[in-house]
């Protein structure tokens, strides 16, 4: 199974793997997020969509721990994630992937070096296995034969595939995407898609997709939360939410300028017009 | 009045960066010596970064050296002529190189040579998120960036401040024997006689000790905390030449008067 499965909705009688309750998140004196909650199920994959700046990412880096909300509750696997120690956190990482949005392979070592980091670190696995591992993930994201190459030798959508291949090395229950596609051109957009897919449903993981791209989105998730204004402004399936009537669903998902999702910076005004 | 009153909270702000800093820099250190665990790849990486930043720092530390010790000659038999002591140039030279010049400009020049490169390096990482996925992969990355680093620091200076020394003697025979005409017997019986192992060369190595210490905690503190933008990097790059000097000086100052 490679393309998403509309008659697959969020069950709310499938088991959540991730579970947020009345998440706030504030930068200074800007809410991100205002009182947000939603159940992740296990095995599905589940994106996060919404203007730039609409604090996507910043849900991304709440769950995996990287930062700690105001208030409201985080819930993986049912352990609390705002309110583990830094060695909880480094314990429960170690059952999560993520993808970040420029790779983020390292520079100084090979394609190989770069996917047997997690495995020297967290495992003591002999020199062959390990190397016989690498390569299978290697081959599974297409890359078979580069392991030698230096990171920046890759085109930006093998480096993404790389980094990929590195994220479920250890073969982690939930896997969290950050742009994934973005920069990509549409032949690597769809591998990438493909590969997503693939990943999720061979290894029985759970994914979460944080991106702006309504196209392929619509084609690989189960569902969807569109978040703006630092709420959750609509959710459902791909196809619920291609059909919805809820003005800022239909503005975002169609593109739409007029509507109630700002394009301009909350504050703008008279004081930067050009004229005034 | 609340103008007035906010304009003093601001100084007082500004009054409290550099405090908070240097707070901030030392729970660093605390983080990076309370996580060390012998392992083989912190001794493999440590040797690595004191070959890219020691090894490779030798020959404009051996360059310096040889013209500092130059330098140092000219300048002594100049001085000394006067007295008619110009035999004693080895001893001035000695001393001052073993005590003072020779850890302090070799931990400048480290500073201005590997300290810069250690900062950009890791604030590259930094900007392009390879710590932020490093701490996401459950890798510490103050243990495994800024650790080796550190510690590399910490050995590579002291051999780096041998050779700036000895160079600097080789550049002093040169010019005060080879230039000056000066009887080289008395040269280095001088130098024999009148420098002292303990205090003079063990006192420069204790100094080199601790400014390889400065320049590398400073070097890794301002890389790990560098702004993730191209001017966030560059600024970091600077402030650490400019801390490190000053630190190294202000240090030479308190170790020579308490303990040398």
Aim: aromatic share 8%.
């Amino acid at each position: 199974m490679i393309e998403n499965n509309d008659n697959n909705p969020r069950g709310q009688q499938q088991e959540p793997i991730i579970s947020v309750k009345n998440l706030v998140f504030r930068y200074g004196r800007r809410t991100i997020l205002d009182d947000i909650s939603f159940d992740i199920p296990k095995g599905s994959i589940t994106a996060f969509m919404g203007p730039s700046g609409a604090g996507k990412t910043t849900a991304l880096r709440l769950i995996s721990g990287q930062l700690r909300p105001d208030a409201g509750s985080i819930q993986v696997n049912g352990l609390e994630i705002s309110s583990m120690s830094q060695k909880e956190l480094y314990q429960f990482r170690r059952n999560i992937g993520v993808l970040l949005q420029n790779g983020a392979l390292f520079t100084d070592l090979t394609v190989f070096e770069n996917i047997a980091t997690p495995l020297r670190e967290h495992t003591n696995l002999p020199e062959a296995l390990m190397r016989r591992l690498i390569m299978i993930k290697l081959n599974s994201v297409g890359l078979g034969g580069t392991e030698e190459l230096m990171p920046h030798e890759l085109s930006g959508g093998m480096a993404r595939r790389v980094a990929l291949a590195r994220a479920v090395v250890l073969d982690p229950a939930i896997m969290l995407y950050d742009e994934p596609m973005t920069g990509l051109d549409p032949i690597a957009v769809s591998t990438v898609r493909h590969l997503m897919r693939e990943t999720n449903d061979a290894l029985g993981m759970t994914s979460l997709i944080v991106t702006h791209n309504v196209v392929q989105m619509s084609k690989l998730v189960d569902y969807c939360y569109i978040i703006a204004g630092a709420k959750i402004a609509g959710q459902g399936t791909p196809a619920e939410l291609a059909a919805s009537l809820d003005a800022g669903v239909d503005q975002f998902i169609n593109g739409k300028v007029e509507g109630p999702i700002p394009f301009h910076y909350k504050g703008a005004g008279p004081a930067w017009s050009l004229v005034g | 009045m609340a103008n007035g009153n906010s304009q003093i909270i601001t100084r007082l702000k500004d009054m409290a960066g550099p405090i908070q800093s240097a707070g901030q820099c030392s729970l660093f250190l605390f983080r990076m010596l309370a996580g060390i665990r012998l392992r083989l790849d912190l001794v493999q990486s440590t040797l690595q970064q004191t070959y890219l930043i020691g090894a490779r720092s030798l020959v404009i530390i051996m360059i310096c050296g040889f013209f500092v010790g130059m330098v140092l000659s000219l300048q002594a038999i100049n001085a000394l002529e006067q007295f008619g002591a110009s035999d004693q140039v080895s001893l001035l030279v000695g001393k001052s190189l073993f005590r003072e010049l020779g850890p302090v400009l070799t931990a400048l020049l480290f500073a201005g040579r590997a300290g810069t490169a250690i900062t950009a390096e890791i604030g590259l990482m930094r900007a392009t998120s390879q710590i932020d996925a490093m701490e996401l992969m459950a890798i510490d990355p103050v243990q495994r960036i800024a650790l080796p680093r550190f510690l590399a620091g910490l050995i590579s200076v002291p051999l780096l401040t041998a050779m700036f020394n000895a160079l600097a003697i080789l550049g002093s025979v040169v010019f005060a024997v080879g230039v000056m005409g000066l009887d080289g017997s008395i040269f280095w019986s001088k130098l024999q006689t009148g420098v002292y192992f303990g205090k003079d060369f063990m006192g420069g190595v204790w100094k080199s000790l601790v400014f390889g210490g400065i320049v590398s905690l400073v070097a890794v503190f301002f890389g790990y905390t560098a702004k993730p933008t191209g001017a966030g990097v560059g600024t970091a790059t600077t402030n650490t030449v400019v801390l490190s000097s000053v630190l190294i000086l202000i240090f030479d100052f308190i170790m020579t008067s308490f303990f040398v």
